[in-house]
């Protein structure tokens, strides 16, 4: 009995998760809501195969103490609660993940054939977008959710102006940025899935990554790019692998060329110092921000006080009437936690770089997570929770095993 409910939950949760990361701006499936039900399967499942360290716990600990004494000092106590809550949430998951020990490989079996399968077809139809919009002027493939489609910047739901000269896709995700950066990731995750398998296939992740820079967006752009260029670096020797980095870096030489010759791509590439882009507010915009808080409030900020940003006239598109956020969280846990937060995001970094030099299995993942890292600020937001504990034990399975049982041993042996 207890055997078949562990597979139950397993089931479930393997179903769920997926489900959750493709539609996370689905409002069927509000961020702040699903997570209450995913989150205690999650965590039941974790507790019965986790054995903490206590160097983990204290760090824990030490950063949830660290944000509470920071919030002494909060003008808004209200929203620190509530980012608070989240912050919390957010370090109980990546403990809980980071110390599971033995994942379950038929939990990986079914979820992520489904995550794979479910952003491929994801891809095609950010390419069906594209190409409606772009060649004939059609609006018919936009906001397939109607009604139920989240509201992106500005409140409202995303649709391309008519007059735009390149029209961006955005797929069922609330805008283009973030379809872009999450077929990327997606595409690295099959790279490891197809690999781990050994039935490399190259059609699925190449058509999200084609899916991803199709998005019009810098995100899905530069990320496709850089995914692309890592996978044939981290391609085993071999000739079919040789043949493979000379074809990828060709059709690489060749897009970049290509895209960097069209208008509204070379536009953006120039507009990170012109006041009033997007582009601007992402990356200019954080980086004057933390070169004027840093010196000032070396410690960080109380979580959910944003008095500091909107005080700052540059994080303020005064013509278009809306103040912006960071964009970046590597920027947010540097305004939010300081010093602490510049050595945290540098460790990261270096961790990240270290697995690629040394081509171990998962550093894909871990460059892709990266990407997605430096294009949302919203880091312990649940939906963004939901993702990175999904990719660490995604990790760690690939780097402890690479079979998969059938569902008679797992009934019969209730293997965790």
Same mark, same amino acid.
């Given at each position: 009995m207890?055997?078949?409910?562990?597979?139950?939950?397993?089931?479930?949760?393997?179903?769920?998760?997926?489900?959750s990361?493709?539609?996370?701006?689905?409002?069927?499936?509000?961020?702040?809501?699903?997570?209450?039900?995913?989150?205690?399967?999650?965590?039941?499942?974790?507790?019965?195969?986790?054995?903490?360290?206590?160097?983990?716990?204290?760090?824990?600990?030490v950063?949830?103490?660290y944000?509470?004494?920071?919030?002494?000092?909060?003008?808004?106590?209200e929203?620190?609660?509530k980012?608070f809550?989240?912050?919390?949430?957010?370090?109980?998951?990546?403990?809980?993940?980071?110390?599971?020990?033995?994942?379950?490989?038929?939990?990986f079996?079914?979820?992520?054939?489904?995550f794979?399968?479910?952003?491929?077809f994801?891809?095609?139809?950010?390419?069906?977008?594209?190409?409606?919009?772009?060649?004939?002027?059609?609006?018919?493939?936009?906001?397939?959710? @109607?009604?139920f489609?989240?509201?992106?910047?500005?409140?409202?739901?995303?649709?391309?102006?008519i007059?735009a000269v390149?029209?961006?896709?955005?797929?069922?995700?609330?805008?283009?940025?973030?379809?872009?950066?999450?077929?990327?990731?997606?595409?690295?995750?099959?790279?490891?899935?197809?690999?781990?398998?050994?039935?490399?296939k190259?059609?699925?992740?190449?058509?999200?990554?084609? @899916?991803?820079?199709?998005?019009?967006?810098?995100?899905?752009?530069?990320?496709?790019?850089?995914?692309?260029?890592f996978?044939?670096?981290?391609?085993?020797? @071999?000739?079919?692998?040789l043949?493979?980095?000379?074809?990828?870096?060709?059709?690489?030489?060749?897009?970049?060329?290509?895209?960097?010759?069209?208008?509204?791509?070379?536009d953006?590439?120039?507009?990170?110092?012109?006041?009033?882009?997007?582009?601007?507010?992402?990356?200019?915009?954080?980086l004057?921000?933390?070169?004027?808080?840093?010196?000032?409030?070396?410690? @960080?900020?109380a979580?959910?006080?944003?008095?500091?940003?909107?005080?700052?006239?540059?994080?303020?598109?005064?013509?278009?009437?809306?103040?912006?956020?960071?964009?970046?969280?590597?920027?947010?846990?540097?305004?939010?936690?300081?010093?602490?937060?510049?050595?945290?995001?540098?460790?990261?970094?270096?961790?990240?770089?270290?697995?690629?030099i040394?081509?171990?299995?998962?550093? =894909?993942?871990?460059l892709?997570?990266?990407?997605?890292f430096?294009?949302?600020?919203?880091?312990?937001?649940?939906?963004?929770? =939901?993702?990175?504990?999904?990719?660490?034990?995604?990790?760690?399975?690939?780097?402890?095993?690479?079979?998969?049982?059938?569902?008679?041993?797992?009934?019969t042996?209730?293997?965790?």
């Amino acid at each position: 009995m207890y055997a078949n409910l562990n597979y139950t939950l397993l089931k479930v949760v393997g179903i769920l998760w997926p489900i959750s990361l493709v539609f996370m701006h689905f409002v069927l499936i509000e961020p702040i809501t699903f997570p209450v039900v995913v989150f205690p399967l999650v965590t039941m499942w974790l507790l019965l195969n986790t054995k903490f360290e206590l160097t983990y716990l204290l760090v824990a600990l030490v950063l949830v103490i660290y944000a509470s004494l920071l919030g002494m000092h909060s003008e808004n106590s209200e929203e620190f609660m509530k980012s608070f809550i989240l912050f919390i949430s957010f370090i109980s998951a990546l403990l809980l993940a980071s110390k599971t020990k033995l994942i379950n490989s038929h939990f990986f079996e079914i979820s992520l054939r489904l995550f794979v399968w479910l952003s491929f077809f994801l891809a095609l139809f950010t390419i069906l977008q594209a190409i409606s919009l772009n060649l004939f002027s059609s609006y018919t493939f936009i906001n397939p959710l @109607g009604p139920f489609g989240r509201a992106g910047p500005g409140g409202e739901v995303y649709v391309p102006h008519i007059l735009a000269v390149l029209k961006k896709s955005n797929a069922v995700f609330s805008e283009p940025s973030v379809c872009g950066w999450f077929l990327a990731l997606a595409a690295a995750i099959t790279i490891n899935w197809n690999g781990s398998r050994e039935r490399f296939k190259s059609i699925m992740p190449l058509t999200m990554l084609v @899916g991803a820079g199709i998005t019009g967006a810098m995100s899905g752009l530069l990320n496709a790019i850089i995914i692309v260029l890592f996978w044939a670096y981290l391609t085993q020797k @071999g000739g079919k692998g040789l043949l493979l980095k000379g074809g990828v870096l060709l059709v690489v030489i060749l897009a970049v060329t290509v895209l960097l010759s069209y208008a509204p791509i070379s536009d953006r590439m120039g507009e990170i110092s012109r006041e009033g882009s997007s582009t601007y507010y992402r990356i200019a915009a954080p980086l004057m921000l933390l070169a004027d808080s840093l010196p000032n409030y070396p410690f @960080g900020h109380a979580l959910g006080q944003i008095d500091y940003i909107a005080s700052k006239s540059y994080m303020v598109n005064w013509e278009g009437g809306a103040q912006f956020g960071i964009h970046n969280s590597f920027f947010t846990i540097i305004y939010y936690f300081g010093i602490v937060g510049v050595i945290a995001s540098l460790w990261y970094l270096y961790f990240t770089c270290r697995a690629v030099i040394l081509k171990r299995k998962s550093s =894909l993942i871990l460059l892709a997570l990266m990407l997605v890292f430096s294009e949302t600020g919203g880091l312990w937001s649940p939906e963004i929770t =939901l993702l990175i504990t999904y990719c660490i034990l995604i990790i760690r399975h690939f780097d402890q095993s690479t079979s998969y049982p059938t569902d008679k041993t797992i009934r019969t042996t209730g293997e965790l």
